[in-house]
T-cell receptor, first 109, second 113 residues
Framework: DGGITQSPKYLFRKEGQNVTLSCEQN?????MYWYRQDPGQGLRLIYY???????QKGDIAEGYSVSREKKESFPLTVTSAQKNPTAFYLC????????FGPGTRLLVL | AQTVTQSQPEMSVQEAETVTLSCTYD???????LFWYKQPPSRQMILVIR????KQQNATENRFSVNFQKAAKSFSLKISDSQLGDAAMYFC??????????WGAGTKLIIKP
């Protein structure tokens, strides 16, 4: 079954720590997206990638970094520069099939 | 630039009645897709309905149907026979031929028993 997996489901970050959220897809899609969602709010675009080894900043890229070394993988790093990282993070890869991963909830200790 | 607007932050409907959620968009493209997604408290994004812009016929999925007005750039979602399980955030989304996604701000749907 093709789809998108995100791990972990819950992630805890300590002050000053970088953490990486995983997003993998076996849909053979070129485009992948990272969104942040705060409670009761819509989706805000962090980064997106239309092709391997290329990615673009979205609306709220500050404090985040990504890489796209493989078509299947688009990890998101939440750096210590992101002062308010507590949120729900969704990875998406639109095309045929279900385009969203299940999400990762990031909490700060 | 493409935009998607959902003008209703919150809507409520009595169980078993019909409700319509509005969505307008702006684009200069002729080839694109439109979606309605449901996000229940679990936060999982669930595809409700999808419409290809080149299709004139409005998409329908059981109790869910859309009114797609391409010239007016309008894409409203009608939910018939509302059920308690329909309560969720509903997002309208636009996708162009390069798979670039643009999202509306969402509409919270409340179902009154």
């Amino acid at each position: 079954d093709g789809g998108i997996t995100q791990s972990p489901k819950y992630l805890f970050r300590k002050e000053g720590q970088n953490v990486t959220l995983s997003c993998e897809q076996n849909l053979n899609h070129d485009a992948m997206y990272w969104y942040r969602q705060d409670p009761g709010q819509g989706l805000r675009l962090i980064y997106y990638s239309q092709i391997v080894n290329d990615f673009q900043k979205g609306d709220i890229a500050e404090g985040y970094s990504v890489s796209r070394e493989k078509k299947e993988s688009f990890p998101l790093t939440v750096t210590s520069a992101q002062k308010n990282p507590t949120a729900f993070y969704l990875c998406a890869s639109p095309g045929q099939g279900k385009p969203f991963g299940p999400g990762t909830r990031l909490l700060v200790l | 630039a493409q935009t998607v607007t959902q003008s209703q932050p919150e809507m409520s409907v009595q169980e078993a009645e019909t409700v319509t959620l509005s969505c307008t968009y702006d684009t200069s493209e002729s080839d694109y897709y439109l979606f309605w997604y449901k996000q229940p408290p679990s936060r999982q994004m669930i595809l409700v309905i999808r419409q290809e812009a080149y299709k004139q016929q409005n998409a329908t999925e059981n109790r869910f149907s859309v009114n797609f007005q391409k010239a007016a750039k309008s894409f409203s979602l009608k939910i018939s026979d509302s059920q308690l399980g329909d309560a969720a955030m509903y997002f309208c989304a636009y996708m162009d031929s390069n798979y670039q996604l643009i999202w509306g701000a969402g509409t919270k749907l409340i179902i009154k028993p």
